[in-house]
């Protein structure tokens, strides 16, 4: 399980990094790649390891019962996952400034400004649908439940928060991304299925992409 996360994120940030190196604006192509690559290989890691271990995939969580309440559940754990992370950024933010003098340098922010209108329309449906259904399967569906079941929920929670930071490798946000990732386990833990937690990450993730496009125009 943890081979196939560091695997699976490995590549895909190796990817992201040759793109970075050969490409005036790689932002574009890296969430192409994420759409034609990473999320191919998620559903192929995820059904890989169900089979190998006799589960099907609704033992994921894929269900919808009392769907009113895992929708409020959905955006009242988007909007605590917000809070959380946008205080800790602003607060590593101040912290930053006060050390160096200078605010931390946010590339992907500067980079939509050099996408057109077609390529701006690919980021906000990778962003908004695709990270949320599939990093949700994989973090939470998949590996949470291993986790919970060797640590119990409350280790289990902190681990995938801070597995769930680590491996999006974007070092301005990570303290805010440890954050996001536990807010999105418990949302599972208590709801008892994936469409909480996919809500909550659609909603954080809209957010986040209005606010980089506000800052960047």
């Known amino acids: ?4 996360l560091f695997v699976v994120f490995g590549i895909y940030n190796l990817l992201g990094v040759v793109l970075m190196l050969t490409t005036e604006n790689p932002l574009f192509y890296e969430y192409l790649s994420y759409a034609l690559f990473f999320c191919p290989l998620i559903i192929l890691c995820t059904a890989w390891i169900l089979k190998r271990h006799g589960r099907g995939w609704k033992e994921l969580g894929l269900n ?13 754990g988007g909007v605590a996952a917000l809070t959380l992370s946008y205080a800790a950024f602003f607060a590593l933010y101040f912290l930053f400034y006060l050390i160096a003098g200078r605010p ?3 590339g992907e922010t500067e980079e ?3 996408i057109g209108g077609g390529g ?3 980021v906000v449906m990778v962003v908004v649908l695709f990270a949320p259904v599939f990093e949700e399967i994989f973090f ?3 590996f949470y439940s291993a986790l919970r079941r060797r640590l119990g929920p409350r280790a289990a929670i ?3 928060g801070i ?15 440890v954050l996001v990732g536990m807010v999105l386990a418990y949302l599972y833990e208590k709801t008892d299925s994936l469409f909480a937690p996919m809500a909550a990450h659609s909603l954080y993730n809209l957010a986040v992409v209005l606010a980089s496009l506000f800052i960047a125009w």
Request: no cysteine.
């Open 64 to 76: 919808w019962d009392r769907p009113l309440r895992l929708l409020l559940s959905g955006l009242g």
């Open 140 to 142: 939470r569906g998949l």
């Open 120 to 122: 701006l329309t690919l």
């Open 158 to 160: 902190a681990v995938n």
């Open 163 to 177: 597995i769930f930071g680590a491996l999006h490798f974007q070092p301005p946000f990570m303290i805010s991304l």
């Open 104 to 106: 931390p340098s946010v």
């Open 1 to 4: 399980m943890t081979a196939a």
């Open 112 to 114: 939509l400004r050099g």
